[in-house]
Protein backbone atom coordinates (compact mmCIF):
# COMPACT_ATOMS: atom_id res chain seq x y z
CA UNK A 1 0.00 0.00 0.00
CA UNK A 2 1.49 3.49 -0.77
CA UNK A 3 1.43 5.91 1.75
CA UNK A 4 -0.70 8.19 -0.57
CA UNK A 5 -3.27 5.39 -0.18
CA UNK A 6 -3.08 5.10 3.37
CA UNK A 7 -4.59 8.22 3.98
CA UNK A 8 -3.31 11.78 5.02
CA UNK A 9 -5.96 13.91 6.28
CA UNK A 10 -7.37 16.54 3.52
CA UNK A 11 -7.10 19.68 4.20
CA UNK A 12 -9.82 21.28 2.48
CA UNK A 13 -10.68 24.00 4.30
CA UNK A 14 -8.75 27.20 4.48
CA UNK A 15 -8.47 27.12 8.20
CA UNK A 16 -7.12 24.11 8.23
CA UNK A 17 -4.72 24.70 5.58
CA UNK A 18 -3.98 28.00 7.64
CA UNK A 19 -3.68 26.18 10.92
CA UNK A 20 -0.74 24.08 9.28
CA UNK A 21 1.05 26.73 8.15
CA UNK A 22 1.04 28.62 11.43
CA UNK A 23 2.26 25.19 12.67
CA UNK A 24 4.84 24.43 10.50
CA UNK A 25 6.20 28.15 11.16
CA UNK A 26 5.97 27.85 14.96
CA UNK A 27 7.83 24.31 14.69
CA UNK A 28 10.73 26.20 12.54
CA UNK A 29 10.68 29.06 14.87
CA UNK A 30 11.02 26.91 17.76
CA UNK A 31 13.98 24.49 16.64
CA UNK A 32 15.68 27.58 15.41
CA UNK A 33 15.74 29.64 18.92
CA UNK A 34 16.95 25.94 20.20
CA UNK A 35 20.29 26.39 18.72
CA UNK A 36 21.24 29.57 20.86
CA UNK A 37 19.13 28.55 24.05
CA UNK A 38 21.17 25.18 23.72
CA UNK A 39 24.84 27.24 23.08
CA UNK A 40 23.97 29.51 26.03
CA UNK A 41 23.33 26.46 28.16
CA UNK A 42 26.19 24.64 27.01
CA UNK A 43 29.04 27.50 27.04
CA UNK A 44 27.44 29.04 29.91
CA UNK A 45 26.72 32.56 28.44
CA UNK A 46 23.88 35.02 28.87
CA UNK A 47 21.42 37.56 26.52
CA UNK A 48 23.15 38.09 23.40
CA UNK A 49 26.51 36.43 23.20
CA UNK A 50 24.30 32.95 22.94
CA UNK A 51 24.11 34.48 19.50
CA UNK A 52 27.43 35.14 18.27
CA UNK A 53 28.66 32.80 15.56
CA UNK A 54 31.81 31.70 17.45
CA UNK A 55 29.78 29.77 20.15
CA UNK A 56 26.69 28.82 18.02
CA UNK A 57 29.94 27.00 15.34
CA UNK A 58 31.05 25.62 18.75
CA UNK A 59 27.50 24.08 19.71
CA UNK A 60 27.64 22.99 16.27
CA UNK A 61 30.38 21.18 15.91
CA UNK A 62 31.20 20.10 19.55
CA UNK A 63 28.30 18.79 20.93
CA UNK A 64 25.87 16.02 19.88
CA UNK A 65 23.00 18.57 20.20
CA UNK A 66 24.59 20.19 17.39
CA UNK A 67 24.15 17.62 14.90
CA UNK A 68 20.79 16.47 15.94
CA UNK A 69 20.11 20.58 15.46
CA UNK A 70 21.34 19.64 11.70
CA UNK A 71 19.14 16.81 11.32
CA UNK A 72 16.42 18.12 12.48
CA UNK A 73 16.27 21.34 10.71
CA UNK A 74 16.76 19.06 7.38
CA UNK A 75 13.59 17.24 8.15
CA UNK A 76 12.01 20.66 8.37
CA UNK A 77 13.26 21.16 5.18
CA UNK A 78 12.16 17.31 3.49
CA UNK A 79 8.69 16.94 4.97
CA UNK A 80 6.58 19.99 3.55
CA UNK A 81 7.14 19.47 0.04
CA UNK A 82 6.88 15.63 0.45
CA UNK A 83 3.37 16.04 2.30
CA UNK A 84 2.45 18.61 -0.45
CA UNK A 85 3.21 16.42 -3.36
CA UNK A 86 1.25 13.41 -1.43
CA UNK A 87 -1.72 15.65 -0.79
CA UNK A 88 -1.53 16.43 -4.88
CA UNK A 89 -1.87 12.82 -5.96
CA UNK A 90 -4.58 12.32 -3.14
CA UNK A 91 -6.70 15.26 -4.87
CA UNK A 92 -5.28 14.32 -8.78
CA UNK A 93 -8.20 13.81 -11.19
CA UNK A 94 -9.36 10.08 -11.92
CA UNK A 95 -7.28 10.54 -15.36
CA UNK A 96 -3.96 11.38 -14.29
CA UNK A 97 -2.14 8.35 -12.31
CA UNK A 98 1.22 8.51 -10.93
CA UNK A 99 2.01 12.07 -12.84
CA UNK A 100 1.11 10.26 -16.22
CA UNK A 101 -2.01 11.53 -17.90
CA UNK A 102 -4.09 8.55 -19.14
CA UNK A 103 -6.85 9.93 -22.39
CA UNK A 104 -9.74 6.99 -23.02
CA UNK A 105 -10.17 6.67 -26.43
CA UNK A 106 -13.97 7.12 -25.93
CA UNK A 107 -13.31 10.35 -24.25
CA UNK A 108 -15.54 11.99 -26.42
CA UNK A 109 -14.95 16.47 -26.10
CA UNK A 110 -13.44 15.79 -22.82
CA UNK A 111 -9.52 16.24 -22.60
CA UNK A 112 -8.96 16.14 -26.50
CA UNK A 113 -11.81 18.52 -27.23
CA UNK A 114 -13.78 17.83 -30.11
CA UNK A 115 -13.94 14.64 -31.71
CA UNK A 116 -13.47 15.10 -35.72
CA UNK A 117 -14.91 11.87 -37.62
Known amino acids: MRLSEAGLPQLRHRASKALVGI???????????????????????????????????????????G????????????????????MLKQSAPSHVVDGITT???ADRDGILGPCHR
Do not use: C, K
Not at 25 to 49: E, F, K, R, Y
Open 23 to 65: GWLMLVVGIGLDLPLQTAITWNVHGASAFSARYIERTLNLTVF
Open 67 to 86: YLWLVQMLILLIVPPMVASL
Open 103 to 105: VSL
